[in-house]
């Protein structure tokens, strides 16, 4: 089965009503452990780790502190409030796009590991990359190890569109085809940008919209087959056979669109 990898955001929100059934979270022991952790962080240690300012810093001390995992109530991709997800933009999702989602979409998460869309989750702020120690872990991509691929594995993929950054797909990727594997699992990264100086230029903004965009679009044509990205054309863009690889397809706008 294909499956699509996208990052979370840092701004979310509580959401009351929502069309889906709620599903629990594969690592919620996990995010329970992890949650423990902070609560016994001071609210100082937390600032530094998070790297936000104080003000966002006390927002969040305050969640954290108010809400449990055990207890969430908000579905994941609706909770999460980001440009890609607001062009992902669920809250206008047919019962048919809830669907391919809960089938072939993932969230990665510092916090939860890896989420469907329509997993339970708290407001919380841990990003992937966050130096947080845990037991014998200096960091969550030791924390996670390769739970997050044997997840997606165990979860019925054969074909994979990576459209998270670097730093939550750092958490999937170097794990996906180790040697001696019995079968290779085919990744596709996708890649958005423009022409510049003969180059591909990519700006993070851009990068997040396009990305977004992607999933609502294979989730409006229900694409089972990675390899039909390739007809993706939204906002102006087009896929750049030249050039691509077998692992990396390049989409460029084309002259005159906007983003």
Not at 146 to 161: S, Y
Not at 168 to 183: I, R
Not at 210 to 239: Q, T
Request: aromatic residues 10%; charged residues 25%; glycine residues 6%.
């Amino acid at each position: 089965m294909l499956k699509i990898i996208i990052s979370p955001a840092k701004k979310m929100n509580l959401i009351e009503e929502y069309p889906c059934e709620l599903t629990t979270p594969a690592f919620l022991d996990r995010a329970l452990d992890l949650h423990e952790t902070l609560k016994e962080m001071s609210l100082a240690d937390l600032t530094a780790l998070w790297g936000c300012s104080d003000r966002l810093a006390a927002q969040n001390y305050e969640r954290l502190h108010t809400y449990s995992p055990e207890r969430a109530v908000s579905p994941a991709l609706l909770a999460y409030e980001g440009i890609q997800y607001q062009h992902i933009a669920p809250g206008v999702f047919t019962d048919a796009q809830w669907n391919y989602a809960n089938s072939h979409l993932r969230i990665l998460s510092g916090f939860y590991g890896i989420l469907a869309p329509t997993d339970t989750v708290i407001p919380y702020r841990l990003e992937m990359q966050a130096k947080l120690k845990t037991g014998k872990s200096s960091d969550l991509y030791s924390y996670w190890g390769n739970a997050l691929c044997k997840e997606l594995v165990r979860d019925g993929m054969t074909q994979l569109v990576n459209l998270a950054s670097g730093e939550y797909s750092k958490s999937v990727l170097p794990w996906l085809n180790p040697e001696n594997a019995p079968v290779r699992i085919p990744c596709i990264t996708c890649i958005f940008g423009e022409p510049a100086n003969g180059k591909v230029k990519m700006k993070g903004t851009q990068a997040k919209i396009a990305r977004g965009e992607m999933v609502r679009w294979m989730s409006e044509k229900n694409i089972e087959k990675a390899e039909d990205i390739r007809e993706f054309k939204e906002l102006g863009y087009r896929f750049r056979s030249d050039l691509s690889t077998q692992d990396e397809y390049v989409f460029l706008l084309t002259p005159g669109a906007a983003v």
